[in-house]
């Protein structure tokens, strides 16, 4: 009797420890990746991933996207090359983007976008060494004659010139939803496409709500995460990890496309408000800055 006491108590202390590790190996893959921490820092785990397809067109414009990647292969991506000589581009920077939005991993322990079943038209312009002003202004034209809602821009440049300025104003004009980086590390120059009016800024904030690097605050309107985000790399099958502001910028894409998707006629103008006025509250060197809240905002348009 006593020892069938005694191997019941070892069953049981088997089958407590064996769920206790089960529990935290769940935890601990949960707070992992994309879908992880940097999701509750905005308050945007119950939102993300959006698995249903969203009747928007979203742009990127950027270094073009890798489409045989692993992770981006099955992916809805319409590429568009502005130049014959974009092929020379390595596709590094553009991947990293699309893949924060439209990778199809698990989103844990390897990249998961955060509208997976989305079209995206990746207009690659310039090349991992840089991109023009010019090369920018024609890539938003393109962008704007493909009646694009959405233009992700995960760059930015200290050059204004009248063709970027009307580029960005054809844009605006037609209600098109342009988001747009901060640059990382220059807290006394404006920079562009962020700096124009109409343009919605982001830059990025670590897990601890922590602002990355040292950019002008002045030219950011929204703060969301953008430390350590997992996404994908060009080669075919690598997993990388994606820090600062072009990391932030489609993540407020994603969250400004589910919101559209709720409510189609919101302006530019609009989704900002919504966003500032539904966000938390931070201060940067005695200036005050707003993380976004994303399950408040969507509850505010809902």
């Known amino acids: 009797m006593k020892k069938k006491i005694f191997n019941y108590m070892l069953l049981v202390i088997a089958l407590s420890t064996l769920i206790f590790m089960g529990t935290e190996y769940y935890n601990n893959f949960k707070n992992k990746g994309l879908y992880g921490e940097t999701l509750k820092t905005i308050n945007a785990q119950d939102i993300f991933p959006h698995t249903q397809s969203i009747d928007l067109k979203i742009a990127v414009i950027d270094t073009g996207i890798n489409t045989t990647n692993k992770f981006l292969k099955d992916a809805k991506i319409n590429q568009e090359y502005l130049e014959s000589n974009q092929g ?87 209600n098109i939803i342009v988001v747009a980086a901060a640059e990382n590390n220059d807290p006394s ?21 922590r602002v990355v690097d040292t950019p002008n605050i002045d030219n950011i309107d929204i703060f969301a995460s953008g430390s350590d985000l997992l996404t994908t790399k060009s080669s075919d099958n690598g997993l990388t990890y994606f820090t600062g502001s072009s990391a932030t910028a489609p993540l ?12 189609p006629d919101l302006d530019s103008k609009e989704i900002l408000e919504l966003m500032k006025r539904n966000g938390s509250q931070i201060e940067i060197n005695n200036k005050s800055g707003i993380i976004l809240n994303a399950e408040k905002t969507l509850r505010a348009v809902d």
Request: aromatic share 4%.
């Open 189 to 209: 120059l404006d920079y562009y496409p962020i700096s124009y009016e109409g343009v919605i800024g982001v830059g990025a904030v670590d897990n601890n709500r």
């Open 88 to 174: 020379l581009s390595q596709q590094m920077h553009g991947t990293m983007v699309g893949g924060i939005l439209v990778s199809t991993g698990n989103g844990h322990t390897t990249p998961g976008g955060l509208i997976p079943n989305t079209s995206i038209l990746s207009i690659q312009a310039g090349t991992d060494m840089g991109m023009t002003s010019e090369q920018l202004a024609k890539a938003i034209n393109t962008a704007v004659s493909k009646n694009v809602d959405i233009i992700n821009i995960s760059l930015a440049t200290p050059k204004n010139t009248i063709e970027l300025e009307n580029a960005i104003k054809s844009a605006i004009d037609k």
């Open 252 to 263: 407020v894409t994603a969250f400004i496309s589910v919101l559209k998707s709720k409510k």
